[in-house]
């Protein structure tokens, strides 16, 4: 595996990787690598020629300083582990490379990035999509895997590369739990024992939701409660939202229908977690 610190060095392996005619794959991450972001990397494996990683704790999408000073780093273990799944190439850019003279043009999502995460994190995804253009300009896959983890950002990243017309395919992979159900997340690393185990509300609230829908409750208010009852159960998490939305307009949905995403934000202490579940009538 090579490790590529430069944006122009990353364009040229990139560049000839094409002009052989190898199929390109990126996985995007912030690093502390975990089973969830290793779906990724073997899905994108199985799919292309090369892959390549990128870790980049884009300081645009942090609200606050001290959030992204303490989000965790370990470049040295992250390296390892792509190399042990077989990762062609490892893009760590420096911050002053990939804004050169500071954050200045963004690339806005409108409406959907106004969204439930949006409402707490202002800008979060204008942060995120901005990084993400940034790095399929710069590696030109020809497919990036996302998780589902992160899935408002899967609709919104989707819809920016729809609308600019990127020639990129978006891959979005299911979410990795642990054996415990809890989803996977570089953030779990700052939860306390209490915490940690306060956050297997988590789970428990989207499988009560599911549980609801399939005793027939099919009003979303009804869904919704079902898994705020849970989570309000845990005096240590604190819910920001728990909603229930069509899956490509996260618009809030007022029956389960089809296919409706059930949506949830907590913080713990100071930690936020996300996570969120299809819910079907079946
Ligand atoms: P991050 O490093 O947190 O920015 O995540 C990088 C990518 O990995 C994003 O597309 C996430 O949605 C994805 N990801 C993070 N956690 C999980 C998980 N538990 N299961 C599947 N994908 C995940």
Do not use: W
């Not at 990724?40 to 704790?57: C, G, Q």
């Not at 850019?93 to 969204?115: H, I, K, W």
């Amino acid at each position: 595996m090579e490790v590529v610190r430069r944006v122009h060095a990353m364009k040229e392996v990139s560049r000839q990787a094409r002009s052989r005619g190898l199929k390109v794959g990126l996985v995007p991450t912030m690093g502390a690598l975990h089973e969830g972001h290793l779906s990724l990397i073997r899905r994108t494996k199985d799919l292309a020629d090369i892959v390549v990683v990128s870790i980049f704790v884009n300081p645009t999408q942090f609200g606050q300083q001290d959030d992204f000073d303490r989000y965790p780093r370990n470049v040295t273990r992250d390296a390892d582990l792509c190399i042990a799944e077989g990762v062609d190439y490892l893009f760590v850019p420096e911050n002053g490379d990939m804004y050169t003279d500071g954050p200045r043009v963004f690339v806005d999502v409108e409406d959907l990035s106004a969204r439930l995460e949006g409402v707490s994190r202002p800008g979060h995804f204008r942060g995120v999509c901005t990084v993400v253009l940034k790095l399929l300009e710069i590696v030109q896959p020809h497919l990036a895997a996302l998780g589902q983890k992160d899935a408002q950002q899967a609709v919104v990243v989707r819809r920016m590369v729809h609308d600019l017309m990127v020639d990129t395919e978006i891959l979005v992979a299911p979410i990795v739990r642990d054996d415990q159900g809890l989803a996977l997340s570089s953030r779990n690393e700052r939860l306390s024992e209490e915490q940690r185990s306060a956050a297997l509300a988590i789970p428990r609230a989207l499988e009560a939701a599911r549980q609801a829908a399939a005793e027939g409750r099919r009003r979303s208010s009804e869904v919704v409660q079902a898994a705020q009852e849970v989570l309000e159960q845990e005096s240590l998490l604190q819910v920001d939202y728990v909603a229930l939305v069509d899956p490509d307009k996260l618009e809030s949905v007022p029956q389960v229908g089809d296919k409706a995403l059930l949506l949830v934000a907590v913080l713990a202490g100071d930690v936020r977690l996300i996570d969120n579940t299809f819910i079907t009538t079946e």
